[in-house]
């Protein structure tokens, strides 16, 4: 991947050779990495190939140089349509689609976030704090989960946000439909995580000293009455406060109501339609509130149910038991 960069010589400047100038830009890591540059016919001053490496530069002179990003193995630029919501030279709010893998992984070596993001950004112009191989990647949505998600296009902004999130000062909502009647309007559920000790894929609640923090709140939006095959379902809202992996779905299974065609963490052997039609978990991170990193300006978003969910809910709207007024209050939402 090539990389155009320029840079306008300084008054203070004026006399400096070009190998030593392309040395002090913070894309160049060494001297000898200049002066392959300019060796390699890959650095112009003021629009004329400059291959003399002892060239002295003047004040006002333009140098323009094409700087090869060598990509991890096996990590490359896919076109995969991306639904931008936001994007600055700093951050971007995307729609994840559900299907969608954040990042290439076991049996997932392409087609993922982290390939439209290269393709889209370019590969140098996002940050890598979560590691060479996850260029962008400041949180996680699983595969089959819908919705928005915060992406760092610099190392400093994906620093603040990754603290942020830390200190609980991002707000992220999502909206789930579960089974069962949940009597209560709102609820705390505070139980640490770890991964499972037999089935590694799946994560659980555990009084291990091993196990994480973890909280999250939920609000009633609507309730459904009991069907032939099941027991009812319950629309909720739920607020992340930590962020572990399949957080939501794992506390909603520990109280009884796991998500509506969760395959993973739900009733195991289905019966009748009690899964509503779905082939994924029906989980939706609709609503994101955070400062941004570098002006400090509240952003806030909204993401409404995609289609697939939409038509769940309008397959048991008739058993509809009412709003709460939560529901009443985001029902542009999902309705």
Do not use: W
Request: negative net charge; charged residues 25%.
């Amino acid at each position: 991947m090539v990389q155009e960069c320029e840079y306008q010589v300084a008054a203070g400047e004026q006399g400096q050779r070009l190998d030593a100038l392309l040395a002090e830009q913070p894309e160049v890591i060494s001297r000898g990495q200049a002066v392959r540059m300019i060796e390699s016919g890959l650095v112009y001053v003021n629009g004329f190939l400059s291959t003399v490496k002892r060239r002295i530069l003047n004040k006002g002179d333009l140098v323009t140089y094409s700087l090869i990003v060598d990509l991890p193995e096996g990590l490359v630029a896919e076109f995969i349509p991306l639904d931008v919501r936001y994007e600055d030279d700093y951050l971007m709010v995307i729609s994840k689609p559900a299907g969608l893998v954040c990042h290439p992984s076991t049996g997932h070596r392409s087609g993922t976030l982290v390939n439209a993001l290269i393709a889209h950004c370019g590969y140098e112009n996002l940050a890598l704090i979560q590691g060479d191989d996850r260029p962008g990647i400041v949180h996680r949505l699983d595969m089959d989960t819908s919705g928005l998600m915060l992406v760092a296009k610099t190392d400093l902004a994906g620093r603040v946000l990754t603290d942020a999130i830390k200190l609980r000062e991002v707000n992220r909502r999502y909206l789930a439909l579960v089974h069962g009647y949940i009597s209560t309007d709102s609820g705390l559920i505070d139980a640490p995580i770890a991964r499972g000790s037999k089935d590694r894929v799946r994560y659980m609640v555990s009084s291990d000293a091993r196990a994480r923090t973890a909280l999250t709140s939920f609000l009633v939006l609507e309730r459904y009455e009991s069907g032939l095959y099941d027991d009812g379902f319950c629309l909720l809202e739920c607020n992340l406060f930590t962020g572990r992996t399949h957080q939501i779905r794992v506390h909603l299974a520990y109280t009884h109501h796991p998500c509506v065609g969760d395959a993973l963490y739900g009733r195991g052997r289905r019966k009748g339609n009690m899964e509503l039609g779905l082939n994924r978990q029906f989980l939706h991170a609709s609503a994101l509130d955070f400062n941004h990193p570098i002006t400090g300006e509240l952003m806030q978003f909204t993401d409404r149910l995609p289609a697939d969910l939409r038509e769940v809910l309008d397959t048991v709207r008739s058993r509809s038991l009412g709003m709460t007024e939560a529901g009443i209050r985001l029902r542009e939402l999902f309705e």
